[in-house]
Every structure is written in structure tokens, then in C-alpha cells.
């Protein structure tokens, strides 16, 4: 369950926080175009990626998915992902350099086979964002399509220290919730002259 950079005028992406779900840590891809470097949901860290929800299953897929478009997250990332069985995925997790603002996107990918009457519909629910959890994510319908990229994001979310939130099926969904790879950034003022003209990785995370 664990689980084109925006550059603005005087802001620039440093810190990034990536999450996909497999069962290693530090990974990069040499199919990455952005030399990301890949975190696993499963390390174990003092406060970190706590509060697990009951039924929180991984799973996985050796069949592609097609990721060719705008952040492309590498297939190994997306073959990979976890489901809340019991109807959510919950996380809280300790952001470095927080509190700030961030730019932040979700990567999902229908890796699962669902019958004919079974849909995947749920919400991403994070407080005090209220505006945020109406959306209702169908990944199959968004992508659309199994085995397809859907990446939704916010360019300018007030993130806390200390983040806490979840994905939670919606009353009319037959299955939980799936999350493939989520990744978070911070934006910096950028100090001219300095090397920060670029992002910099920082931590990244597998669910």
C-alpha cells in the first residue's frame, strides 16, 4: 500500500519522495527518463509509512503497461502495486523539509483481472483538502483501459510534516482500492547562481 518537472519562475522542484510497491529499496531503472530513484513501501523506518490498513495485499504482473506519457514511471514500477482488500490503503508518512508546498502525483495501473459486473472505484482522502476527495478514480475508465497508465496530480498542495491520508472505495465499488507508485516534491525558491537549477532527488519509496 506503500505503498516534465513543473518549474516555475523563482521555484523549482529539489526534494522528491517516490513510493511503489514492490520489496526492495533504492532502486533505479535504467528505462527511467528521469533517473528517478525508487523507495519501497516495505522498508521499515522509525515513524514512517505507519498505520497500515488491515488487508492491505500487494500484487504484481509480468505483462507491460504502456507508460508513455507525461511523468513516465518505468514499467517495473508499474507492475507492481498494492490493493486494500477490506476497502482502503492507508498512510502516514514523515516528509523531510515539510512543512511546504509540493507538487504531487498518483500512478495507477488496472493490473488485476475484474469480472465483467466488478468495477474499482474509490477516493484519495486527505484532510483538510476536502476539495480533493470528490473525485472519483475508475482506473480502467480514466486510463482507460487495463494495463494502461493514469496519473493524476495537484501542482500546489500545503503538505504538513507529518502527512497523513488514504484511498478509500467508494459504496458503489465491488474491489479496494490499487496504488502503484505515488511521488512527492517540493518546491524550493531557487537561488540564482546556485546548482539548484535542476530537481534533486531525495527519497523515494515502493509499495
Not at 507492475?79 to 516528509?95: D, E
Not at 487495463?146 to 465491488?174: I, Q, W
Not at 517540493?186 to 515502493?206: A, C, I, Q, R, W
Request: hydrophobic residues 40%; glycine residues 6%; negative net charge.
Amino acid at each position: 500500500m506503500f505503498t516534465g518537472w513543473l518549474v516555475l519562475a523563482l521555484v523549482v522542484l529539489k526534494k522528491s519522495l517516490f513510493i511503489h510497491c514492490v520489496y526492495f529499496c533504492h532502486i533505479r531503472y535504467p528505462d527511467d527518463p528521469f533517473d528517478r530513484i525508487w523507495e519501497s513501501d516495505s522498508i521499515k523506518k522509525a515513524n514512517y509509512l505507519v498505520d497500515v490498513a488491515a488487508g492491505t495485499r500487494k500484487i504484481s504482473t509480468n505483462k507491460s503497461i504502456e507508460v508513455s506519457t507525461d511523468e513516465m514511471p518505468p514499467m517495473k514500477v508499474m507492475q507492481t502495486a498494492v490493493v486494500g482488500t477490506n476497502g482502503s490503503l492507508t498512510y502516514r508518512l514523515n516528509l523531510d523539509g515539510f512543512p511546504g508546498f509540493a507538487w504531487a502525483v498518483t500512478y495507477f495501473a488496472e493490473i488485476e483481472d475484474l469480472a465483467e459486473n466488478e468495477s474499482r472505484k474509490f477516493r484519495l482522502v486527505l484532510p483538510g483538502n476536502a476539495e480533493i476527495s470528490k473525485p472519483v478514480v475508475n482506473i480502467e475508465e480514466n486510463a482507460p483501459g487495463k494495463y494502461r497508465l493514469y496519473e493524476p496530480g495537484y501542482t500546489n498542495l500545503s503538505l504538513p510534516f507529518v502527512l497523513s491520508f488514504k484511498f478509500a472505495k467508494t459504496s458503489d465499488s465491488a474491489r479496494g482500492p490499487l496504488l502503484n507508485a505515488m511521488e512527492i516534491n517540493e518546491y524550493l525558491e531557487k537561488n540564482d547562481g546556485s546548482p539548484d537549477g535542476k530537481s534533486v532527488l531525495h527519497d523515494m519509496l515502493f509499495v
